[in-house]
Structure formats: C-alpha cells, structure tokens
C-alpha cells in the first residue's frame, strides 16, 4: 500500500520557471513532512520541511505548501535553475517514531 | 563534522549469499536506520536502530538483520540474498529526539 502519492513522475522546466511537485498522503498520523533531493550516485539531502501546524514555509527559493484537510502537501521552486536538476522525494512521518514513508519520486530537469 | 559514511560503495553478490552493508553516523548522532531503495523508487524504511537494538521495523523479512555498536556505527546484514534484494541501500543517522535525518551515499547491491 502506497501511503504518499507523489505527482509527476518527471518535470521539465525552463531555466527561471516555477517547478511544482505534489503529493498527497493517506496516513492522518503523520505529523512531518520533508522533501529531499537526490543527485545521482549520493544520498538524499534534506531540503525543506514542514509540520501541519503551518499551512506553508519558505526557505529561500523553495517553499512547502501544505492542506491538512485534503491531506496534501507540495513543492515550489522558484526561479529554477540548471543545478536544480535532481530527483525530489516528498516524505511523510510521525514525530515519534521517526520512520519515514517517502514517494517514488520526481525526476526534475531544468534546461538552461 | 564528519558525514554519514556507508561500505561499501559497491557490491555483487550472488543469489542465495550472504551480505554485510556498513555505516558510521554523524558525529554525535545516536540513531540509524536503514532504508532500500530500489532502482527508480523512493527509500523504503527497513528498521532503525537506538542504544543498540532495534527501535522500529518496516515490512521486510527477518532475513534482513542488523547491529548497532557502542559507537553508534551500525551493520545492515541480509541472508539468503534474492534477485529483488538489488538495490541502493542507505543509511541515515539522527539524534534521537530530533526529527532530521542525514543520509550516507549508499550502498549498491547488485544480486545475480
């Protein structure tokens, strides 16, 4: 069963557009929210992460969107930028047990 | 700070062997978990390890076992290797109580 569902599969973007990478979750215990990038050959890095008791966090040029109630969560990159090009993995957890629960994935790729 | 470090970067193995993956955690940090990603897919949380035993577990076999030192360092083993044990697998360190994990570079396993 596939706990967070995550939408596109891939994304071209052009260099200084918006990228926009959504997901949805079906857990309501999940209390944590990261994104990480993932270059190829390395490990995921975390990039930016929320708790629901916002509906939205900025970090520099990239910000989660969150709604509780249509339990769904997302990913904006503004002015993207050739060295943005990576997979990005949405995740999902509960505060107390730390296991994450992440999506398959979305393969970005900003052309210059 | 020293990074999460795995070994080995790679490996081959063949079907029905046995398999050691290692990690050292960030400095200072006291958790590790363990996480399977197969090729195209998201990170899948095998089980995490706090003051040396097992902290947690995914849905994965017992086949696959692991240890955590006194140094926090921790070994990811996996008997009777199958085809579908192919994939990366990472290792992430935190402190306990925190909610970030860093991840290593993985190792890669390749069953033939």
Redesign the interface.
């Known amino acids: 069963q596939q706990q967070?569902k995550?939408s596109p599969q891939s994304l071209i973007v052009q260099k200084g557009g918006i990228s926009i990478i959504n997901c949805a979750y079906e857990n309501t215990a999940f209390d944590?929210f990261?994104w990480?990038q993932q270059f190829p050959?390395?490990?995921?890095?975390?990039l930016i992460?929320i708790r629901p008791d916002v509906s939205e966090k900025k970090e520099g040029r990239f910000t989660i969107s969150f709604n509780k109630s249509a339990k769904q969560f997302s990913l904006h990159i503004m002015d993207s930028q050739p060295g943005d090009s990576a997979t990005y993995?949405c995740?999902a957890?509960v505060?107390s047990?730390?296991?994450?629960?992440?999506?398959?994935?979305t393969l970005l790729t900003v052309n210059p | 700070e020293t990074g999460v470090t795995q070994s080995p970067t790679h490996l081959i193995k063949t079907r029905g062997q046995q398999v050691t993956l290692r990690c050292s955690s960030q400095s200072g940090h006291n958790t590790v978990s363990w996480y399977q990603q197969a090729l195209g897919q998201g990170p899948q949380f095998i089980f995490q390890y706090y003051r040396e035993e097992e902290n947690g577990r995914g849905n994965f076999p017992p086949r696959f076992s692991g240890l955590q030192f006194p140094n926090y360092s921790s070994e990811l083993n996996v008997n009777a290797l199958e085809l579908d044990d192919s994939a990366l697998y990472l290792c992430a360190s935190s402190l306990y109580g925190a909610e970030t994990q860093y991840f290593g570079p993985g190792t890669r396993l390749l069953v033939l």
């Open positions: 967070v995550q944590y990261p990480y050959g390395k490990g995921p890095a975390l992460a993995f995740a957890g505060y047990n730390y296991k994450l629960t992440f999506g398959k994935g």
